[in-house]
């Protein structure tokens, strides 16, 4: 007679299961709660302890951790381990039905404590697992409710289960209990620390991504291309947010509204408008509400803004809808968006995706790109590191209004991509060239989108400036003041450029390159 030892915290489904496993002639063994299910449903079941002549102990700690339990799932279908088995009146197991205490649920929580997350870490039945996908020639390791049908299904038809669906169900249970360890050292790393004090490595010597595919996206950046969302947690959601109206989110949308929210977090003091198109923000603006601030972010560049997306870090009400007038707009992301405004969204944007995300520190501060046989692990760029201190190094000294309108544009350049330049007033950029292998060129497109707005505005750069000719480019355009953070080896030659053309200059000595 085959027999199965069931284990679980996730009972979905369980009581029809186990029925089938008994009306094909399958011996039970379960344990605790599980045990105690079965029993209510009138299955006949052996309770764990009965097999091992053990009792549970320690409040239930120790239960199935017995080799008349490991044993019999870890012998091999050899006349050797057999005949071990038999020696010690064990009978083989050939299935184990085990899911976990609910770790990342518990810890997801706001206020968990230390204790109570301890208690969620699974002993007992991440062993069954790894024990019954180690021997996945012989045992079938069944972690998800969902498998159960397919797998009552082949019992019923061939009497077995076949060595494809064991082995795709091993490779299940394995990636489930790497994806526990996972969290389990992600949270004991952050509560376990000793000392906050001492200064951390900045990238980890193992790094285990333990991702999931929580949406399989139409396509990816070409219709050609086959896309998906991964994440830490299989119950994650895009960007960690909620979506509440429009077509689904594609892999342009997600990488473009990434991009935005990212910028809009840096501007946290004021009500802020970021709209970003393939991953460059087109315009970046400040004021007293979000409706405000839209249309001086929108006449940056008003045409590359078209089809683009919108982040904000304000609640989306009536004024900032009406304020969006007929530009369109593929997805807009913000903390909250009003009933109103859902409402006019959904009458006239159908389509318009919408994004309510939480504000808040990311879930990681590492960022992580493929290449080629490997993979690129950075810390997040959060801005200057504490400490920095901006240097004068022209002639002139910036104005109180300069001051401001270069602190905006060092802010906003942080978030274009390299090479990066951004003109602007205190309260908006007016120009941005990024994305091109040539500063100058970069310098060019963003008085070009300027125009006569760069009379007077600031010029942020990304990088130093190997040669005058950008800020010549600026300074001709009628900009007065420029930020960057120095350290070419023809700083001077820059400095008496400046200098000649009456324009202050500071050095942040912070490069802030985003490819």
Known sequence: MPRAILSVYDKSGLEEFAQGLVELGWDLVAS???????????????PVERLTQFPEMLGGRVKTLH??????????DVESDLEMLHEHSFAPIDMVVCNLYPFQATVAQP?????????????GGVTLLRAAAKNVDRVTALVDPADYPAVLALLRGAGRVDDAMRRRLAIKAFRMTRDYDTAIHAYLSRELRPDDTQPQEGTPAVLSLGLTRIRTLRYGENPHQAAGLYAAS???????GEQLGGKALSYNNLLDLDSAWRAVEGFDEQAAVVIVKHLTPTGIAIGTSIAEAFPLALASDPVSAFGG??????TVDEAFVKALDTLFVEAIAAPDFSPAAQEMLAEKRKNSRLLKIAPGQPDSMLEVRSIRHGF????????DPGGTNWRVVSERYPSADELKAMRFAWKAVQYVRSNAIVLAVPNATVGIGGGLPSRVDAARLAVTKAGERAQGAAMASDAFFPFPDALEVAAQAGVTCV??????IRDQKVIDAANAADLSMIFTGVRHFRH
């Open 376 to 383: 690129l692990v950075q810390t997040v760029d959060m801005g």
């Open 111 to 123: 206020d968990v404590t230390l204790a109570e997350a301890i208690e969620q870490i699974d002993i």
């Open 483 to 488: 930020v960057q953070p120095g350290g070419s």
């Open 234 to 240: 299989a119950d994650s959601s895009p960007l960690g």
């Open 67 to 76: 080799p008349a339990i490991h044993a019999a799932i870890l012998a091999r």
């Open 309 to 314: 997306v919108i982040a904000v870090n304000r």
């Open 32 to 46: 605790g709660g599980t045990a105690r299910v079965l029993e209510a449903a009138e299955l006949q079941v052996t």
